[in-house]
T-cell receptor, first 115, second 110 residues
């Protein structure tokens, strides 16, 4: 069965370190998204990609970067981790068609703590 | 900036009670989705509504899209402990993207 996985599931790091969160999907979806989830804010979009070599900034992109070298993977990098980036991070993917039911399939999340 | 406000933020009710969750915005959306998220997992799509005034039913869950396509509601009849979770609305925002609401955390007590 197709799926979307994230690793690691939990990560503790120190302020200033570079951290990369992995996201891998076997749906063969062109669209991939990274969100962070914080209490009272729902899900906020960090970066997204519509295909290989395409990346775009979301509403909270400062301090984060992504790269898309193949269809399956969209790693999220925190260049220099800050305590404000402590959060739960979700990766999602969706079909690339202009329908009205662009269901997003979410991974299980990565809980990141920056000390 | 498009914003989706959900109310209430938290809701704790007894099994068998009815409840309604609201999702409001000042922006018009071409479509709106509702997701449910359980602890330790990612959100899962429940429904998509597209037409103003549209009503969709999913067993004991009834979803309505406002006539002006700025708001939506989720009504649960005879809530069960299995309905416990975080409910998120999401409005279409540009190509393939959605803006998510602030979330409503529901707990149904047995």
């Amino acid at each position: 069965d197709a799926e979307i996985t994230q690793s690691p599931r939990h990560k503790i790091t120190e302020t200033g370190r570079q951290v990369t969160l992995a996201c891998h999907q076997t749906w063969n979806h062109n669209n991939m998204f990274w969100y962070r989830q914080d209490l009272g804010h729902g899900l906020r979009l960090i970066h997204y990609s519509y295909g290989v070599q395409d990346t775009n900034k979301g509403e909270v992109s400062d301090g984060y970067s992504v790269s898309r070298s193949n269809t399956e993977d969209l790693p999220l990098t925190l260049e220099s981790a800050a305590s404000s980036q402590t959060s739960v991070y979700f990766c999602a993917s969706s079909e690339n068609w202009r329908g009205v039911n662009n269901e997003q399939f979410f991974g299980p999340g990565t809980r990141l703590t920056v000390l | 900036t498009q914003l989706l406000e959900q109310s209430p933020q938290f809701l704790s009710i007894q099994e068998g009670e009815n409840l309604t969750v609201y999702c409001n915005s000042s922006s018009v959306f071409s479509s709106l989705q509702w997701y449910r998220q359980e602890p330790g997992e990612g959100p899962v799509l429940l429904v998509t509504v597209v037409t103003g005034g549209e009503v969709k039913k999913l067993k004991r869950l009834t979803f309505q899209f406002g006539d002006a396509r700025k708001d939506s509601s989720l009504h649960i009849t005879a809530a069960q402990p299995g309905d416990t979770g975080l409910y998120l609305c999401a409005g279409a925002s540009g190509t393939y993207k959605y803006i998510f609401g602030t979330g409503t955390r529901l707990k149904v007590l047995a």
